[in-house]
Nanobody
Framework: QVPLVESGGGLVQAGGSLRLSCVAS???????MGWFRQAPGKEREFVAA????????YYRDSVKGRFTISRDNAKSTLFLQMNSLRPEDTAVYFC???????????????????WGQGTQVTVSL
Protein backbone atom coordinates (compact mmCIF):
# COMPACT_ATOMS: atom_id res chain seq x y z
CA GLN A 1 0.00 0.00 0.00
CA VAL A 2 1.45 3.33 -1.07
CA PRO A 3 1.62 5.54 2.02
CA LEU A 4 1.06 8.90 0.30
CA VAL A 5 -0.81 9.50 -2.95
CA GLU A 6 -1.10 12.98 -4.46
CA SER A 7 -3.68 14.17 -7.00
CA GLY A 8 -5.06 17.37 -8.44
CA GLY A 9 -2.18 18.57 -10.55
CA GLY A 10 -2.63 19.79 -14.10
CA LEU A 11 -2.16 22.59 -16.58
CA VAL A 12 -3.50 26.02 -15.70
CA GLN A 13 -3.05 29.54 -17.00
CA ALA A 14 -1.26 32.15 -14.95
CA GLY A 15 -3.63 33.63 -12.40
CA GLY A 16 -5.60 30.43 -12.16
CA SER A 17 -6.12 28.01 -9.27
CA LEU A 18 -5.57 24.37 -8.47
CA ARG A 19 -6.25 22.26 -5.40
CA LEU A 20 -3.88 19.44 -4.62
CA SER A 21 -4.87 16.52 -2.42
CA CYS A 22 -2.78 13.86 -0.69
CA VAL A 23 -4.30 10.77 0.86
CA ALA A 24 -2.23 9.09 3.56
CA SER A 25 -2.33 5.56 4.86
CA UNK A 26 -1.09 4.04 8.07
CA UNK A 27 0.22 6.15 10.93
CA UNK A 28 1.67 8.87 8.71
CA UNK A 29 -1.29 11.17 9.28
CA UNK A 30 -0.68 11.14 13.03
CA UNK A 31 2.11 13.64 12.46
CA UNK A 32 2.73 17.03 10.88
CA MET A 33 2.59 17.14 7.09
CA GLY A 34 4.13 19.25 4.38
CA TRP A 35 4.26 20.07 0.68
CA PHE A 36 7.45 20.36 -1.35
CA ARG A 37 8.05 20.99 -5.04
CA GLN A 38 10.77 20.37 -7.57
CA ALA A 39 11.13 22.23 -10.84
CA PRO A 40 13.17 20.83 -13.75
CA GLY A 41 16.88 21.19 -13.10
CA LYS A 42 16.34 22.50 -9.58
CA GLU A 43 16.51 21.04 -6.10
CA ARG A 44 13.41 20.10 -4.20
CA GLU A 45 12.16 23.05 -2.13
CA PHE A 46 9.80 23.51 0.78
CA VAL A 47 6.36 24.99 0.07
CA ALA A 48 4.17 24.68 3.16
CA ALA A 49 3.76 22.78 6.41
CA UNK A 50 0.96 22.08 8.85
CA UNK A 51 0.90 20.71 12.37
CA UNK A 52 -0.89 17.50 13.30
CA UNK A 53 -3.90 19.42 14.64
CA UNK A 54 -3.99 21.84 11.72
CA UNK A 55 -3.79 24.81 14.06
CA UNK A 56 -0.33 25.90 12.92
CA UNK A 57 0.94 26.45 9.39
CA TYR A 58 4.13 27.73 7.78
CA TYR A 59 4.85 28.84 4.21
CA ARG A 60 7.77 29.81 2.04
CA ASP A 61 7.71 33.53 1.37
CA SER A 62 6.94 33.30 -2.33
CA VAL A 63 3.61 31.51 -1.78
CA LYS A 64 2.34 33.40 1.26
CA GLY A 65 -1.09 34.88 0.60
CA ARG A 66 -1.57 32.68 -2.48
CA PHE A 67 -1.36 29.09 -1.17
CA THR A 68 -3.24 27.55 1.75
CA ILE A 69 -2.36 24.23 3.36
CA SER A 70 -5.05 22.35 5.27
CA ARG A 71 -5.89 18.86 6.41
CA ASP A 72 -8.87 16.65 7.17
CA ASN A 73 -7.73 14.22 9.84
CA ALA A 74 -10.96 12.22 9.67
CA LYS A 75 -10.18 11.43 6.05
CA SER A 76 -6.38 11.32 6.37
CA THR A 77 -6.18 13.87 3.57
CA LEU A 78 -3.86 16.82 3.10
CA PHE A 79 -4.70 19.73 0.80
CA LEU A 80 -2.89 22.58 -0.89
CA GLN A 81 -5.12 25.29 -2.35
CA MET A 82 -3.10 27.27 -4.87
CA ASN A 83 -4.45 30.59 -6.14
CA SER A 84 -2.97 33.30 -8.34
CA LEU A 85 -0.62 30.77 -9.85
CA ARG A 86 2.51 31.97 -11.63
CA PRO A 87 4.71 30.29 -14.24
CA GLU A 88 7.45 30.00 -11.60
CA ASP A 89 5.13 27.73 -9.59
CA THR A 90 5.53 25.07 -12.28
CA ALA A 91 6.97 21.95 -10.66
CA VAL A 92 6.23 18.47 -9.45
CA TYR A 93 4.56 18.80 -6.07
CA PHE A 94 5.15 16.23 -3.33
CA CYS A 95 3.37 15.72 -0.05
CA UNK A 96 5.46 14.57 2.88
CA UNK A 97 4.82 12.99 6.26
CA UNK A 98 6.63 14.57 9.18
CA UNK A 99 8.58 13.09 12.07
CA UNK A 100 6.90 15.19 14.76
CA UNK A 101 3.46 16.58 15.53
CA UNK A 102 4.40 20.24 15.69
CA UNK A 103 4.59 22.36 12.55
CA UNK A 104 7.95 22.38 10.84
CA UNK A 105 9.19 25.95 10.45
CA UNK A 106 12.62 24.96 9.19
CA UNK A 107 11.58 24.00 5.69
CA UNK A 108 14.06 21.15 5.84
CA UNK A 109 13.30 17.88 4.11
CA UNK A 110 15.06 16.12 7.01
CA UNK A 111 11.94 16.81 9.10
CA UNK A 112 9.97 14.37 6.88
CA UNK A 113 10.37 10.65 6.40
CA UNK A 114 7.53 9.70 4.05
CA TRP A 115 7.07 10.98 0.52
CA GLY A 116 4.50 10.70 -2.21
CA GLN A 117 5.31 10.15 -5.85
CA GLY A 118 4.36 13.68 -6.86
CA THR A 119 1.84 15.42 -9.09
CA GLN A 120 2.76 17.76 -11.94
CA VAL A 121 1.62 21.37 -11.86
CA THR A 122 2.22 23.43 -14.99
CA VAL A 123 1.37 27.12 -15.16
CA SER A 124 1.35 28.72 -18.60
CA LEU A 125 1.50 32.38 -19.52
Amino acid sequence: QVPLVESGGGLVQAGGSLRLSCVASGRIFSFAMGWFRQAPGKEREFVAAISWSGASTYYRDSVKGRFTISRDNAKSTLFLQMNSLRPEDTAVYFCAGGISRGVDDSGSSSMYDSWGQGTQVTVSL
